[in-house]
T-cell receptor
Framework: AQSVAQPEDQVNVAEGNPLTVKCTYS??????LFWYVQYPNRGLQFLLK??????LVKGSYGFEAEFNKSQTSFHLKKPSALVSDSALYFC?????????????FGRGTQLTVWP | EAQVTQNPRYLITVTGKKLTVTCSQN?????MSWYRQDPGLGLRQIYY???????DKGDVPEGYKVSRKEKRNFPLILESPSPNQTSLYFC?????????FGPGTRLTVL
């Protein structure tokens, strides 16, 4: 079975500091991994994904994520946080082939960036 | 403009009164999905569809029905809603292995 864990319900960081939102996964085979962001009263916006290739993936709004197969992790990072980055972040693992339509989400991490 | 639309955006109803939440995409995507979002639980997949007339259960299908008669539409049907179906619902369609989400429907069942 596929699953995703986001070990931190909340992450607080000062503006200008680097931020990390953690995600670990459990899958059989090679994973499709995703990060989404949800701003208050909005839908989910796609940030970035890892399918194959380079372990460092760059996405929207200056975010990046590092795929680490040995640690089964896919942490989201940004070198310098902005107050406008404050939102709810979801990590997800997707199915392949016959399960392409499946997507399993973590419980989410609330990021707050203090001015 | 490529988008996933849902209607209604907000709905308050009573227990047992059948309702349908519509979902439409204008991108000719084959895969579409429904999710519910509950605090502390993240998003959980209800149903998904691989193409017209092809659907399958997700993780929490009980109490829901779906149909896919045309490629662009994927309605979610609650035949007899109950208060535990009060939630925020999202429709999504898939392109290039990535799911793109609609704006959400906030449903309250009294």
């Amino acid at each position: 079975a596929q699953s995703v864990a986001q070990p931190e319900d909340q992450v607080n960081v000062a503006e200008g500091n680097p931020l990390t939102v953690k995600c670990t996964y459990s899958v059989s085979g090679n994973p499709y991994l995703f990060w989404y962001v949800q701003y208050p009263n909005r839908g989910l916006q796609f940030l970035l994904k890892y399918i194959t290739g380079d372990n460092l993936v760059k996405g929207s709004y200056g975010f990046e994520a590092e795929f680490n197969k040995s640690q089964t992790s896919f942490h989201l990072k940004k070198p310098s946080a902005l107050v406008s980055d404050s939102a709810l972040y979801f990590c997800a693992v997707g199915g392949r082939g016959s399960t392409l339509g499946r997507l399993y989400f973590g419980r989410g991490t609330q990021l707050t960036v203090w001015p | 403009e490529a988008q996933v639309t849902q209607n209604p955006r907000y709905l308050i109803t009573v227990t047992g009164k059948k309702l349908t939440v519509t979902c439409s995409q204008n991108m000719n995507h084959e895969y579409m999905s429904w999710y519910r979002q509950d605090p502390g639980l993240g998003l959980r997949q209800i149903y998904y569809s691989m193409n017209v007339e092809v659907t399958d259960k997700g993780d929490v299908p009980e109490g829901y029905k779906v149909s896919r008669k045309e490629k662009r539409n994927f309605p979610l049907i609650l035949e007899s809603p109950s208060p535990n179906q009060t939630s925020l619902y999202f429709c999504a369609s898939t392109w290039a292995d990535t799911q793109y989400f609609g704006p959400g429907t906030r449903l309250t069942v009294l």
